[in-house]
C-alpha cells in the first residue's frame, strides 16, 4: 500500500510540458511496457508515467518516494516510443524528469552510494574497471563460497561477470587499414564497460569493417559516452562526456563514427539534443549525425559475402536501445542471414527488455530478475544454440541468465559471428593475441 | 494518505487478505492515475484500486465491497473511449490487468479460454502459427483487453464482413455484482434459454464483470487484396462506398481518412499517403483466392467511377501491414496535431454518408474547431475527432457543443450515438433522445436483475432515473 515522504518543491519548467501535450492518454504503449505487463499497474505504464510527470510539473503531485519509485522503475527500453502513435519523446521526458529528481529528491544513502561508486567512479573510466576487476576476477573462487556474507549489490555484480579469465586482446592500434581498396574511413567508439568486458567485440567490429573495405580509426581521447549517467538524471556529467566526445573525434576525417554498443549508440545520435544549448551545439548535431551503428553501417554499404560456414542456429534479441531506440530491426538480421551456414530463428517478443538496461540490474535486481526469466524461457522455447545481440549490457544479462539455467547456449555480438564467417576464429585472428573463453553456460561458471 | 469515507481500514485490510497488500492502491499517487482512460474530458480518480490476480480473487474482492455498500468499477488497459471506467469518486476500481493469460487454445474446435486482461492481439499472434485469428480487431487491439470489448461490444475495420465481438463471443465466466459466480454460454452454438452472453456483451461493467471468455477463433482467409483510392473530395469517396455496398460487395473492410487524419499519419508512419488528397478509402476483400482479382476490380471500377484519381494495391503483406498500422494508429497520430482531442463513435444509414459529413465539416466551421474523420465507412459508423487544447475551457466547452451536435445529427438521421465505443460517462445524457422511457425503464429493469443496488460501474449508460434532460449536463472541467 501506498506511503510516502515530504518532498521537495519543484520548479514548473523542469520537465517541457510542450512535450508532455503530446501524450492524448490512448494507451496503446501499455501492452508494450515490461513493468505494466509484469505489475499491472497503470503507474508502472508509459502513459501513467507520464501522468505523474505532468502532475509533478502541474503542482498535483511532489517527488515522493511513491513517485520517484515508479520512474525508478522505468527501464527506459523505450519501447512505448515504438508503440506510440503521438510521437511522445518519453525517452527525452524520461530523462528530464530524472534530472528533476536528482535536483530535488534526496534518495536514501544505499542508492547514492551506488550511484557515485559504479556511475561515477567505476564504470565510465575503463583503467579503473579493469583495475578493480583483476582482484576479483582471481578471488572469484573464495569470493563465490563467500556469497551468502556479501551484500546483494556486490553480489549481483559479480553474477553479471563473464566467468573464466579476461580475453587477452590487447588494445587496438590507433589505425587499422582496410583489406584491399579502401571505401570507407570510420572511426571507432571503444566504449568504458564494453571496452574492458568484451575486447574481442571490439576487435571483431574492426576486423570485420577492415574487411569491408574500411579503414578504422580509434581516437586515442574518446571517453565515455554518458549514457548512464543520462539515464539516471546525471544530465550535467553527461554534457561533459558529450562535449569530450566531441572534441576527440575529428569528423572531417572519417565518413561515420561507428559503435557496437545500443546504449552508446543511442545517446550518441542524441547528442545534437543533448548539447543544444551548448557553445559546442552544431559540432553535437554533426558528430550525432554520423553515429552509426555498426550493423546499421554494414547493412548499408552492403557487406562483402562471408565465404566461411558458421554452423550455428541462432535466436536475434533486439537490445532495446537499438530496435526501439534507434529503429534498427532488420539490418543485424539481414547480416546474420549473409553468413553461410547460420540458420536465424525467430525469438518469440525479441524485442522485450532482458532486464539488464544499464545499471537497472544492479538497482532494480527483482523486476530484472523476473524479466531474465522470460527471456531466458524464450530463448529455450527457440532451440537456438547461440543468441546474437548487438548491445555489451543485454551480452552480460543473457549470458547470466542462461548460466544459471545451465543452458548450453553461446551469447554472441553479431559483429563476432560475422568475423568468424570472414575467417577470423575467436583465438589469435581476431587481435593477434591468444585464446578466449566463450561467454555462455559452456565455460561453466 | 487516509482512504476516502466509505472505505475504512477494515474493508482495505480485507481487501489486501485477498488480493495482497501490494496489490490494494491508496492514496494520491497512487490512484490519480487512474482518473481517466482515452477519454479525457471528465476526469475523478478511485478512492482506491485493487488489482486482483485470478477470477477467485475478483469474486472474493466484490463480495468485500458489495457487503460494505461500496460501489466498484472493472477496468482493463483503460482505452475507452467513452469514459466506461471512470469512477466515481466514492468506488473502488477493479483492475484486471494482472489477469493476462491465454488459458486455452484448443484448434480443433476452433475457440480459445482468456482472461479478461488480455490483450486482443495476443489472440491473433498466438493462433497465427496454426492460420487462425480473433476476428474483431478494434483500431486500440495492439493495447486494449479482451474483457474490455465484451464490455463495449468493439468493432473494429474488418466487423464489416465478420461481426462485432458478440457474434465471437461463446461464453463467459461473469461475477455478478453480488460476488457470485456463473457461467453464461459455453462451447456449444445457440444454447436453449435466454442468449445472456449476448446481454453481457456491451453491458458495459454494469452486469457484473467477466473474468474468463470463451472467444471463436476462425480460419485465416486464403487470400486478400487491399486498395487504397485516393479523392480530391469526402463526398467523392463516400458515394464510392455507398456504391460498393449497393452493388452488393461485401468487403472484408471499407474505411475512410480524411485530409487531417491522412496529414497526422503520414507523419507518424510515412506510409506514403498523397497529403494534398481530400479523403482516402481502403478496401480489403478476402476469401478464396479464386474470384478475388475479379472482386478487387468490381471496387476499384466503382472507385474510379467515382473520380478516384489514384489507385494503389498493397503489393506485399508487409506494405499492407503498415497501411493498416497507420489506419489503426490514427487516432493516437492525431495527437501530433493538438494537445487533446475527442473522439466521436455516431451511425448513420450508410446512403447519408455524404450528407453527414459535410455536416460536420459545418459543425467544425460553425464552432471554429478543427475536426478529422476516420471511420469504418461500411458500416456507416463515423469518427469525427475534435481537436482541442484542454487547457482552454472555452474549446473545451465548444468541443462538447460540438459533439453534441454531431450525436444529435446522428439520431436524426435515424442512426446511432455509438458504434462501437459504448455509452460510457460520455454520452449518458443523449440516451433519452435515442430511446422512450418505457424503452429505458425496460432495460434498467433488466440491469436490476444482475445489479439491483447499482453498485457495479454505476452512472454509467443510464441517466439517473428521474433526471430530466441532461443535455448540457454541466461537466467537470479538466484540470488545467
Known amino acids: 500500500m501506498a506511503g510516502g515522504k515530504a518532498a521537495q518543491t519543484v520548479p514548473q519548467a523542469a520537465i517541457p510540458m510542450d512535450q508532455l501535450l503530446r501524450c492524448v492518454h490512448c494507451g496503446l504503449c501499455t501492452s508494450a511496457c515490461p513493468t505494466y505487463l509484469e505489475l499491472g499497474n497503470e503507474a508502472d505504464s508509459p502513459r501513467g508515467r507520464l501522468y505523474l510527470m505532468r502532475a509533478v510539473a502541474e503542482g498535483r503531485l511532489e517527488w515522493t518516494a511513491d513517485v520517484v519509485g515508479h520512474l525508478d522503475l522505468c527501464l527506459e527500453c523505450r519501447a512505448c516510443e515504438t508503440a506510440c502513435p503521438a510521437g511522445v519523446p518519453y525517452g527525452q521526458l524520461l530523462e528530464a524528469a530524472r534530472a528533476d529528481i536528482a535536483r530535488t529528491y534526496r534518495r536514501p544513502w544505499r542508492e547514492r552510494l551506488l550511484l557515485a561508486l559504479l556511475r561515477d567512479m567505476l564504470f565510465p573510466y575503463p583503467g579503473r574497471l579493469a583495475a578493480a ?195 534498427i530491426r532488420s539490418e543485424p538480421r539481414q547480416l546474420l542471414r549473409a553468413i553461410p551456414g547460420l540458420r536465424l530463428v525467430e525469438l518469440p517478443g525479441a524485442d522485450h527488455c532482458c532486464g539488464s538496461a544499464g545499471l537497472y540490474n544492479i538497482l532494480q535486481p527483482a523486476m530484472a530478475a523476473r524479466l531474465l526469466e522470460k527471456k531466458i524461457a524464450a530463448i529455450a522455447s527457440t532451440g537456438a544454440d547461440t543468441v546474437a545481440t548487438g548491445n555489451p549490457g543485454c551480452l552480460m544479462q543473457i549470458a547470466k541468465g542462461l548460466r544459471e539455467r545451465g543452458l548450453a547456449v553461446d551469447v554472441r555480438h553479431p559483429v563476432e559471428l560475422l568475423a568468424e564467417a570472414y575467417g577470423f576464429s575467436r583465438a589469435g585472428d581476431l587481435s593477434t593475441g591468444d585464446d578466449s573463453s566463450t561467454r555462455g553456460a559452456r565455460a561453466g561458471a | 494518505m487516509r482512504p476516502r469515507a466509505g472505505l475504512d481500514g477494515r474493508v482495505l485490510a480485507r481487501l489486501a487478505e485477498i488480493v495482497g497488500p501490494e496489490h490494494v492502491l491508496v492514496g494520491n499517487s497512487a490512484t490519480l492515475v487512474y482518473e481517466c482512460d482515452g477519454f479525457t474530458l471528465e476526469r475523478q480518480a478511485p478512492a482506491a484500486a485493487v488489482l486482483p490476480g485470478s477470477a477467485a480473487e475478483v469474486a472474493q474482492v466484490v463480495r468485500v465491497l458489495h457487503a460494505a455498500g461500496i460501489p466498484f468499477v472493472p477496468r482493463g488497459a483503460g482505452t475507452s473511449l467513452s469514459g466506461t471506467t471512470i469512477p466515481p469518486h466514492d468506488a473502488v476500481i477493479i483492475s484486471l490487468a494482472r489477469m493476462n493469460r491465454i488459458l486455452h487454445l484448443d484448434f480443433r474446435n476452433r475457440r480459445a479460454v482468456v482472461e479478461p486482461g488480455v490483450v486482443n492481439a495476443w489472440i491473433s499472434r498466438e493462433a497465427a502459427p496454426r492460420g487462425y485469428l480473433y476476428a474483431p480487431d478494434p483500431s486500440s487491439q495492439a493495447a486494449c483487453t479482451i474483457g474490455g470489448n465484451v464490455g463495449t461490444n468493439a468493432g473494429g475495420p474488418h466487423t464489416l464482413k465478420y461481426g462485432v465481438t458478440v457474434n465471437h463471443i461463446l461464453g463467459v465466466e461473469l461475477v455478478l455484482p453480488d460476488g457470485q459466480v456463473v457461467e453464461l454460454g459455453g462451447p456449444v452454438e445457440d444454447l436453449p434459454g435466454y442468449d445472456l452472453v449476448g446481454l453481457v456483451t456491451g453491458s458495459e461493467g454494469t452486469l457484473g464483470i467477466v473474468t474468463k471468455i470463451v472467444v471463436r477463433l476462425v480460419r485465416e ?137 459535410a455536416l460536420t465539416a459545418e459543425i467544425g466551421r460553425k464552432y471554429g474547431l478543427r475536426i478529422a474523420n476516420v471511420f469504418h465507412a461500411g458500416d456507416g459508423n463515423i469518427h469525427p475527432i475534435l481537436l482541442y487544447d484542454e487547457r482552454n475551457p472555452d474549446e473545451v466547452r465548444r468541443v462538447i457543443q460540438a459533439s453534441d451536435e454531431i450525436l444529435s445529427a446522428c439520431i436524426d438521421m435515424g442512426g446511432s450515438i455509438t458504434g462501437e465505443h459504448g455509452v460510457g460517462i460520455e454520452k449518458v445524457s443523449h440516451m433519452r433522445r435515442m430511446f422512450s422511457e418505457a424503452d429505458l425503464a425496460a432495460m434498467l429493469d433488466v440491469r436490476a436483475v444482475f445489479n439491483p443496488r447499482g453498485l457495479c460501474n454505476p452512472g454509467k449508460i443510464f441517466p439517473s432515473p428521474g433526471g430530466c434532460v441532461e443535455v448540457q449536463r454541466p461537466r467537470r472541467p479538466a484540470p488545467a
Open chain 2, 221 to 357: 482467409p486464403e487470400g486478400c487484396r487491399t486498395l487504397l483510392a485516393v479523392f480530391d473530395s469526402v463526398d467523392d469517396a463516400t458515394r464510392t462506398v455507398s456504391g460498393i455496398i449497393e452493388q452488393g460487395i461485401i468487403p472484408a473492410a471499407l474505411e475512410m481518412m480524411d485530409n487531417l487524419v491522412i496529414q497526422a499519419v503520414e507523419e507518424a508512419f510515412g506510409f506514403g499517403f498523397p497529403l494534398d488528397a481530400a479523403a482516402v478509402l481502403i478496401i480489403e476483400v478476402d476469401g478464396l483466392e479464386v474470384g478475388l482479382d475479379e472482386q478487387a476490380e468490381a471496387c476499384a471500377a466503382i472507385c474510379r467511377a467515382n473520380r478516384a484519381r489514384e489507385l494503389r494495391t498493397a503489393a506485399t503483406e508487409e506494405e499492407r501491414r503498415l497501411l493498416w498500422m497507420s489506419r489503426k494508429k490514427a487516432f493516437g497520430a492525431l495527437g501530433r496535431l493538438a494537445p487533446s482531442y475527442v473522439t466521436q463513435d455516431g451511425v448513420v444509414p450508410r446512403t447519408r454518408l455524404p450528407e453527414m459529413l
Open chain 1, 133 to 327: 576487476l583483476r582482484p576479483v576476477r582471481s578471488l572469484r573462487g573464495a569470493l563465490k563460497r563467500l556469497a551468502g556474507l556479501l551484500p546483494g549489490d556486490v553480489r549481483r555484480m559479480l553474477a553479471l561477470l563473464p566467468p573464466g579469465a579476461p580475453s587477452a586482446c590487447p588494445p587496438l592500434p590507433s589505425v587499422i587499414p582496410a583489406q584491399g581498396l579502401r571505401r570507407y574511413r570510420v572511426a571507432l567508439l571503444t566504449g568504458c564497460v564494453a571496452q574492458v568486458l568484451f575486447p574481442e567485440v571490439n576487435w571483431a567490429t574492426a576486423r570485420v569493417l577492415a574487411a569491408n573495405g574500411c579503414e578504422v580509426v580509434v581516437p586515442a581521447r574518446q571517453g565515455c559516452c554518458g549514457a548512464l549517467h543520462l539515464h539516471s538524471g546525471a544530465r550535467e556529467a553527461a554534457r561533459a562526456f558529450a562535449r569530450r566526445n566531441v572534441a576527440a573525434f575529428d569528423l572531417d576525417d572519417v565518413d561515420a563514427v561507428i559503435t557496437n554498443a545500443a546504449g552508446c549508440g543511442s545517446t550518441l545520435k542524441e547528442y545534437g539534443h543533448l548539447l543544444q544549448d551548448d557553445a559546442a551545439a552544431s559540432q553535437a548535431a554533426r558528430f550525432a549525425g554520423k553515429v552509426r551503428d555498426v550493423a546499421e553501417f554494414l547493412a548499408g554499404i552492403g557487406i562483402v559475402p562471408p565465404a566461411q560456414p558458421v554452423h550455428r542456429v541462432v535466436a536475434y534479441h533486439d537490445a532495446c536501445h537499438l530496435a526501439h531506440g534507434q529503429g
